[in-house]
């Protein structure tokens, strides 16, 4: 049985005949003729009574009649709902993100996306590193905010932030006077660390010249804990500029670019290539970019160069994450 079958065994119980029922489908009367065998064959009932030249429905008729009316009608309310969607989309986006992401990055993005698509509801999968493009691989969310690179070759990748990582002390620290900080200036000093990740990688690989004289104290996965614990002066912590920079301006944490090189990050948006985007994801894409950020302060400086972020925040410094 199909949608196309009770259309033309509704037109011939409309017009009361199987020939203007034919004329009205564009098909040979002996094309709805087979048609309805195959109904009667599937229902294992008669629907008509032959009765000459006339026909007449059958007690079963009767009642397939009234089903093929509301499963057409069905049929068209769904064609209508979705015809709807591009008018006023609505449904759900998954978005996997770790917290630091939906503290600085996505609450802006969101404010304006809910403007636009206000039927449409997000859902927030909070996911770090790996697992934000594990989420997007397997459909599990429609889109990932994650650090970059992302080599995952089934995912389109959109940069839409970069700022830099640099080290945050309390301001009265020996070291929150220097221009830049080197591995070297790190010894013995307590250090606290990104548990895990790209961020923590890229350390890793700074740190390496001196890592037999690396002082880890803690390894945290929380933004705001590293946060806390530098402003109560258990070390010295490693986060990116757009993360403290409200710390700084109330005089509370000093930020230091490291050097020689500033130690810059990025961070994508990321979907599947292979996934049909609706007009609410093409939506988000949209607004998502439209909020994309290049911190000013990324720009390579030559060691000994000022970074006035250590003494007082960037004019507008933009969201990140971890």
Same mark, same amino acid.
């Given at each position: ?14 017009? $009361? ?24 064959? &599937?229902? %294992? ?8 030249? $006339? ?27 979705? %015809? ?7 449904? &759900? ?6 917290? =630091? ?31 934000? !493009? ?33 080290? !945050? ?62 402003? /109560? &002066? ?12 409200? &710390? ?5 944490? =000093? ?13 994508? @948006? ?11 994801? @093409? ?8 909020? =994309?950020?290049?911190? /000013? ?24 994450? %971890?």
């Amino acid at each position: 049985m199909d949608l196309d079958q009770l259309h033309t065994f509704l037109e011939i119980v409309r017009l $009361k005949s199987f020939s203007k029922a034919a004329q009205s489908c564009y098909r040979t009367q002996p094309a709805v003729s087979a048609q309805v065998r195959q109904l009667e064959q &599937e229902m %294992n009932a008669s629907l008509f009574d032959r009765l000459g030249t $006339k026909i007449a429905l059958t007690p079963a008729g009767h009642i397939f009649a009234q089903y093929s009316e509301q499963i057409l009608a069905l049929r068209k309310r769904a064609q209508d709902s979705i %015809n709807e969607l591009e008018r006023v989309p609505r449904g &759900e986006l998954v978005i996997a993100a770790n917290e =630091a992401t939906c503290i600085y990055v996505l609450p802006r993005v969101f404010a304006e996306f809910k403007k636009r698509f206000p039927n449409v509801q997000i859902l927030v999968d909070r996911s770090y590193g790996a697992k934000v !493009v594990e989420a997007v691989v397997d459909n599990q969310a429609d889109f990932g905010i994650t650090q970059l690179p992302v080599t995952e070759k089934r995912l389109q990748v959109a940069k839409v932030h970069t700022d830099q990582i640099k080290a !945050v002390c309390p301001p009265g620290h020996p070291l929150a006077a220097k221009l830049f900080l080197s591995p070297e200036d790190l010894v013995g000093v307590p250090l606290l660390l990104p548990k895990a990740g790209t961020t923590r990688t890229k350390l890793n690989a700074w740190l390496e010249p001196v890592e037999d004289s690396v002082q880890i104290s803690m390894e945290l996965d929380s933004t705001e804990m590293m946060k806390r614990f530098v402003i /109560a &002066e258990l070390g010295i912590s490693f986060l990116p500029a757009s993360h403290v920079k409200e &710390e700084v301006a109330d005089g509370q944490i =000093a930020a230091i670019q490291l050097g020689p090189e500033p130690m810059v990050r990025q961070i994508g @948006l990321i979907y599947r290539k292979d996934k049909a985007l609706s007009k609410a994801a @093409l939506g988000f894409i949209e607004v998502t970019l439209s909020h =994309a950020v290049s911190d /000013a302060s990324v720009a390579p400086k030559k060691a000994g160069s000022v970074d006035r972020s250590a003494v007082r925040p960037t004019a507008k410094a933009a969201p990140g994450e %971890n």
